[in-house]
């Protein structure tokens, strides 16, 4: 096999190291424009990880990075002249330069050929003299830019500026520092790479570099006052520079990673931001992840089809924490006035990687520092804090959100809801939330959609909520009302989720006749008289769960209902009073919310369900999110629970872990009220470090209830935890101990090769 690899950076040289190492007859050519010693930035920092998959692939390259390891345990973070420290936590780096001498040692000791100076030919002329080419060309690929209609590469550009820079001395650890300026706040990343030698990023935002000054500055006057800005940090001492510049953070996508005989890695392929990690990293692992799947599969179409296999849900998971990191970085002006340990916790988990839990493992005293900080009583998780709401007390933060069970017949709960309701009560949660109730037989989503607009369906409700007080004491239970609006008159979920019935079906109604898809029956558009009708409607119903016990009302204006309908201008094109601008858009929303705010009870609270972003161009902002936040407040509300999309069908959510919380965390931060996140929180850890961290104030998990309805009784039973924050029911506590479970082997390394 002839392999060609394009660029000679970490990734490429790794690459070409190993394809040889594991086949001597190969005959592996690197081309690299720049000379052997060019290199840009300073410190490379790779993870225990990264370094067991070089160990066990290749023990020479291993042996040679130990030597040149700096090692260190802590983080700091430095804010408002304070320093918290965190420990535990294990790195290792070695300047980049050396990096680039040792794989060239290695690639020389094994015979690969390095073409220094020297601009590879194109990938079209390679790809037909090559049997493989290798395209590690960094962030800028030529090659991937040459192919883009194959690769279909996505390039987005961020809002922070930095420059790498150097400082001639060792930090003793990790270290972030934020520098509140009178040009807007301004941030150092700094970790040691050498004995006498450390890397320092400066990062700010866009505005707040040009209201610096740097714009105008050359590469040597930007140096001097990044120093200046941070002097008590580098304790007076300078930064040196090598070739650096200013630049915004490129997120690199690609839809295919190869193309015939040709594959990207690295950079080309796809980039993290560096505050979770070295785009290094992501390279050295693609390049043993190629070479494993090389030597695994028959031919070379399946070699590249399992290496893209293999890394893509890896890289897209990195890229995802490096997006959270990222526009925390972006956002941190947010959690300023946060308290000191707390903005520590927040930094330190913002790309959710790492947890409370990890963190309580790595730091301990650290960990109940932040907690006794936040409130928690000794032995207290965060999640077993209670919260108040208006006149409810709630013994934790964990909710059972809302999830609609079709299993209604003409609107009334039966055996069903008590059942699946009461389990949950029982569970520990602090609060359960019932389905969407329809406030009219029009309202409902399907036939068997659970309604509240008759004296049946209200003694059926009520029979609930009398069970979850008497059989699940200090479990609150909330109701939330809803109008399906233009989603309406739909079969159950599962004979076909959104589509619109065959036989049986009612009339639709909604802010403006738009269809929700294509097949969907188009909706009429609402008149005045038929707002103040549905209006009445709601509070009709509200007025009715006051009576059967509800402790919480809340009001459902998101997923494309009808109320939701009005607030996203994707989905009201009304040209009267209640449409265009968003304060027009919020108008019917807010008379619904203040007439049902009137007849229900003072001492309850209400919250309101919004989706902060419809996933979909020209629909709602989190900007507008933030707006719509703030006005429900004005009006009474007392948290907000964040959602997003459903509200149209063409939507493209970015899913993830955890997911939707950064908006519920923009909420609460730049509208200041309580908040309720919701979206793939699937871990009491996950819960934990979002309560602690600040983002949010309640979570509210579904599927994980439907998995196990004692969700909350098992996290704490995991957790060791017997405090007031959950009460296991008398006939259970013989099942409050964990279960023992059979042992687990760790993962074998993935490829490991002889000396």
């Not at 161009?617 to 999110?625: I, P």
Request: aromatic share 8%.
């Amino acid at each position: 096999m002839r392999v060609a690899v394009i660029g000679g950076g970490p990734g490429g040289l790794y690459a070409a190291a190993l394809l040889k190492r594991l086949d001597p007859d190969r005959e592996i050519t690197v081309w690299e424009r720049n000379a052997p010693d060019d290199t840009f930035g300073f410190g490379v920092v790779l993870s225990d990880e990264t370094l067991g998959g070089i160990e066990h692939a290749d023990p020479v390259v291993y042996a040679a990075l130990q030597d040149d390891f700096v090692r260190w345990d802590d983080i700091d973070i430095v804010h408002r002249g304070v320093r918290h420290t965190s420990g535990g936590h294990g790195f290792a780096a070695l300047g980049r330069r050396r990096m680039l001498e040792i794989l060239h040692e290695r690639c020389h000791s094994l015979g690969v050929e390095l073409r220094f100076r020297a601009e590879a030919p194109p990938a079209a002329e390679l790809m037909t003299a090559y049997d493989l080419v290798v395209a590690a060309d960094g962030v800028h690929s030529l090659t991937r830019g040459a192919y883009a209609e194959v690769f279909g590469p996505a390039v987005e550009e961020h809002r922070c500026r930095y420059i790498w820079l150097a400082a001639d001395f060792a930090f003793d650890a990790f270290r972030f520092e934020i520098a509140e300026t009178e040009h807007g706040v301004m941030q150092l990343h700094g970790y040691p790479y050498a004995a006498d030698a450390s890397t320092v990023i400066i990062e700010m935002r866009e505005e707040v570099w040009r209201t610096a000054g740097f714009a105008d500055l050359d590469e040597q006057e930007s140096v001097e006052r990044c120093a200046k800005f941070f002097a008590d940090t580098l304790g007076g001492r300078p930064l040196r520079s090598n070739k650096s510049a200013w630049t915004t953070f490129r997120t690199v996508v690609n839809d295919r990673w190869s193309h015939r005989n040709l594959v990207l890695l690295g950079d080309a392929a796809h980039t993290a931001h560096f505050s979770i990690g070295s785009g290094t990293k992501l390279a050295v692992e693609d390049a043993l992840a190629l070479a494993a799947c090389l030597e695994e599969q028959p031919g070379l179409e399946r070699a590249l089809a399992a290496y893209e296999e293999e890394r893509r849900p890896v890289v897209a998971s990195t890229q995802r924490a490096a997006r959270a990191s990222l526009e925390w970085f972006e956002d941190l002006d947010r959690y300023l006035d946060q308290p000191v340990r707390q903005f520590a916790f927040n930094l330190l988990t913002r790309s959710r990687r790492v947890t409370h839990d990890n963190l309580r493992l790595r730091d301990p005293r650290f960990t109940t520092a932040v907690e006794r900080e936040f409130g928690c009583p000794p032995g207290t998780p965060p999640m077993f804090t209670p919260f108040r709401l208006r006149g409810l007390r709630l013994r934790n933060r964990v909710v059972v959100s809302p999830m609609d069970m079709y299993s209604a017949v003409d609107g009334v709960p039966g055996d069903f809801h008590l059942v699946h309701l009461g389990a949950r009560a029982l569970g520990g949660a602090g609060l359960v939330m019932t389905e969407m109730v329809c406030v009219s037989p029009e309202g409902r989503i399907t036939p068997g959609c659970a309604g509240l607009y008759s004296h049946q369906q209200a003694q059926a409700w009520r029979r609930i909520t009398n069970f979850v007080h008497q059989q699940a004491p200090g479990t609150a239970i909330g109701i939330q009302l809803g109008h399906s609006g233009r989603k309406g008159s739909t079969k159950l979920m599962w004979e076909g989720m959104d589509e619109p019935l065959e036989d049986g079906d009612w009339p639709l109604v909604a802010a403006s006749p738009i269809p929700y898809k294509p097949r969907s029956r188009t909706p009429r558009g609402l008149s005045r008289a038929q707002l103040t009708d549905l209006r009445e409607q709601f509070v009709a119903a509200a007025w009715r769960a006051a009576r059967c016990g509800f402790d919480l009302l809340e009001l459902h204006c998101a997923h494309g209902y009808l109320l939701s309908g009005f607030l996203s201008p994707l989905t009201n094109r009304r040209t009267d009073a209640y449409g265009g601008s968003l304060t027009k858009r919020l108008r019917f929303p807010l008379e619904v919310f203040d007439a049902v705010r009137a007849v229900w009870p003072e001492e309850r609270p209400m919250t309101v369900r919004i989706s902060a972003t419809d996933w979909a161009e020209g629909g709602t902002t989190g900007d507008e999110a933030v707006e719509i936040a703030r006005a429900f407040a004005a009006h009474g509300a007392d948290a907000i629970d964040v959602s997003t999309g459903q509200v149209v069908a063409d939507e493209e959510p970015e899913y993830g872990r955890s997911y939707q919380t950064p908006y519920a965390d923009r909420i609460r931060h730049e509208a200041g009220l309580p908040v309720i996140a919701v979206g793939a929180i699937s871990s009491w850890d996950d819960v934990n470090s979002l309560i602690l961290a600040g983002r949010t104030d309640l979570c509210a998990l579904a599927r994980p209830h439907l998995y196990d309805p004692h969700w909350t009784l098992h996290a704490a039973a995991e957790q060791g935890y017997e405090g007031p924050g959950v009460a296991w029911p008398m006939p259970y506590r013989a099942g409050s101990r964990r279960p023992q479970t059979g042992r687990t082997d760790a993962p074998k390394p993935r490829l490991t090769l002889g000396t």
